[in-house]
């Protein structure tokens, strides 16, 4: 062989090696006992499999334990008969419920100012970690329409007081600096199509009948065809950027505007004068604009708010035509029971739900805000999207994608935890536990998957939930909660059945 011969074949083997290259390992440090983190730099950071698909007659597990593990990856054959165990599953594939949607995180100002504060390759690895087919793969992404509590101030896109006409309509610096160009970037590395939400957190405070961007408020109806138009404005403005969103919803967070106890922008609603919004502005304003495909979403609030919420609103007839969805946000869900989840999609089978936003750290007895490496944050996470999918949920979206060290940046010093902590002093950021918990389902629960039912759906501290795949995949995510390991058995009633041990306080993704 010459040596123009040997050099390409040596060629073939380096493509060939980096081709098949496992998946780089977390770099694991630990922030205080029980508090493990993985930390990413401009040089390193972890990542997964880019192909998630399992041979015929084999199953593949990823596990995340609570003592160091992240996506561990086994795999094995399936057996024609289950051998004893401490938990038996059974999967029931014909007992078919809602298709997924997706699962996302937001694109606030917060976010983007702390991934642009690291390096550009470390930038670059956070954004692959989120999206790219080596990360957990995030296919939706909510944008506040102007300013939320994580920006650096109060904003919105016309603050020129008695602006009738909108005249002085106009995207801010904050959208050209961290939500546009961010957003592109983790569109081009993706494989997926990412859906873009959005939502107003408030008015222009001329429209308001506080004047002020927080408080006791509604929205003066004399400017209830301003603000449908003012978000027309948005989706075009946005357009023209050449982003389009596949939904809006009819405001964040509308009870924050009754009851003001969070002192961050917000707009007071009822049930009946949003309802005559959405069916006399809103609604028209969209559906007769190039715009018409957007869909728009209700509520964008507390679990506690259905169904009767919901209910008020659909007591007109064309603001029950123009909503598609309901979005729920989690706060208090440890509280509230996950039948008004069931309730809602039975009383309103048509309308899809969508959880629009999750944090931990908010509560005001909540220090350190950001506990780094917390296990216990992250199995509030997992318990909630299992209980979500396991209840009619489509979807679950995250809030910042990421946040610095002291939960921030946020104008009202409503300072919460995320599943990304960015250190920009050191140029490192940080996958807490929290990150892997969604990436469970994230990176294995595509859009279009079709959840079904597990009997039972939690025995002997495994919580369970399951999905069939648009391959055909089956997906089986496993919750263990108790200090224990267990020895457990799944069974399809096709495919055959996996025995396997699932470790003590650990996160499972089966695929079979």
């Keep these: 062989m010459d040596w123009t011969s040997k050099l390409f074949a040596g060629l073939l083997l380096v493509i060939a090696?980096?081709?098949?290259?496992?998946?780089?390992?977390?770099?694991?440090?630990?922030?205080?006992?029980?508090?493990?983190?993985?930390?990413?730099?401009?040089?390193?950071?972890?990542?997964?499999?880019?192909?998630?698909?399992?041979?015929?007659?084999?199953?593949?597990?990823?596990?995340?334990?609570?003592?160091?593990?992240?996506?561990?990856?086994?795999?094995?054959?399936?057996?024609?008969?289950?051998?004893?165990?401490?938990?038996?599953?059974?999967?029931?594939?014909?007992?078919?419920?809602?298709?997924?949607?997706?699962?996302?995180?937001?694109?606030?100002?917060?976010?983007?100012?702390?991934?642009?504060?690291?390096?550009?390759?470390?930038?670059?690895?956070?954004?692959?970690?989120?999206?790219?087919?080596?990360?957990?793969?995030?296919?939706?992404?909510?944008?506040?329409?102007?300013?939320?509590?994580?920006?650096?101030?109060?904003?919105?896109?016309?603050?020129?007081?008695?602006?009738?006409?909108?005249?002085?309509?106009?995207?801010?610096?904050?959208?050209?600096?961290y939500k546009i160009p961010i957003i592109k970037r983790a569109m081009e590395m993706s494989r997926k199509s990412i859906k873009l939400l959005s939502a107003a957190w408030t008015s222009p405070t001329w429209m308001k009948t506080n004047n002020d961007f927080v408080g006791f408020s509604r929205l003066k109806e004399k400017y209830y065809q301003a603000w449908a138009d003012y978000h027309v404005k948005f989706l075009n403005a946005y357009k023209e950027q050449a982003l389009d969103f596949w939904a809006i919803s009819t405001g964040n967070e509308p009870s924050n505007g009754i009851i003001p106890i969070m002192r961050f922008n917000s707009l007071g609603w009822s049930p009946a004068s949003q309802s005559k919004w959405v069916a006399e502005n809103l609604g028209p304003a969209i559906r007769n604009s190039p715009f018409n495909q957007t869909k728009i979403l209700g509520l964008d609030d507390q679990r506690f708010m259905l169904p009767w919420w919901m209910t008020k609103m659909f007591e007109n007839k064309d603001t029950y035509n123009y909503i598609d969805g309901i979005a729920v946000h989690w706060y208090w869900d440890n509280l509230l029971p996950p039948y008004l989840l069931t309730a809602t999609h039975n009383n309103f089978p048509d309308k899809f739900i969508l959880s629009t936003e999750a944090c931990k750290g908010d509560r005001p007895w909540n220090y350190p805000k950001v506990a780094l490496g917390s296990w216990s944050r992250s199995e509030d996470y997992m318990a909630d999207i299992i209980q979500d999918m396991n209840h009619w949920v489509s979807g679950w979206v995250d809030w910042n994608l990421g946040l610095d060290m002291q939960g921030g940046p946020n104008w009202a010093n409503n300072f919460v935890d995320a599943a990304v902590i960015v250190n920009k002093d050191a140029d490192e950021f940080y996958k807490q536990p929290i990150f892997y918990a969604m990436g469970h389902f994230t990176k294995f629960v595509p859009e279009g998957s079709v959840h079904f039912t597990v009997e039972p759906s939690s025995k002997k501290g495994i919580s369970t939930t399951a999905f069939t795949t648009p391959s055909g995949q089956s997906v089986v995510v496993l919750y263990n909660r108790r200090s224990s390991d267990k020895k457990v058995t799944v069974t399809h009633p096709e495919k055959g059945s996996v025995s396997i041990t699932i470790p003590k306080n650990s996160y499972n993704t089966l695929l079979l």
């Excluded at 730099?41 to 597990?61: F, H, I, K, M, R």
């Excluded at 606030?108 to 790219?132: H, K, V």
């Design 17 to 177: 090696l980096s081709t098949a290259r496992a998946a780089n390992p977390c770099a694991l440090r630990e922030v205080s006992s029980d508090h493990l983190v993985c930390v990413c730099n401009a040089t390193y950071c972890d990542t997964l499999d880019a192909d998630t698909e399992v041979p015929s007659g084999q199953y593949v597990l990823f596990t995340t334990t609570k003592a160091g593990l992240r996506f561990a990856k086994s795999s094995g054959s399936l057996t024609p008969q289950a051998k004893a165990a401490d938990v038996a599953f059974t999967l029931d594939p014909s007992s078919t419920q809602q298709t997924i949607i997706g699962y996302g995180g937001s694109f606030t100002d917060a976010a983007g100012i702390n991934i642009l504060s690291l390096s550009a390759p470390a930038q670059e690895n956070f954004l692959r970690s989120y999206f790219s087919p080596e990360g957990i793969e995030l296919n939706m992404g909510r944008v506040p329409i102007a300013g939320a509590d994580f920006s650096t101030r109060p904003y919105t896109y016309d603050d020129v007081a008695d602006d009738d006409d909108l005249s002085e309509f106009k995207l801010q610096p904050e959208d050209f600096q």
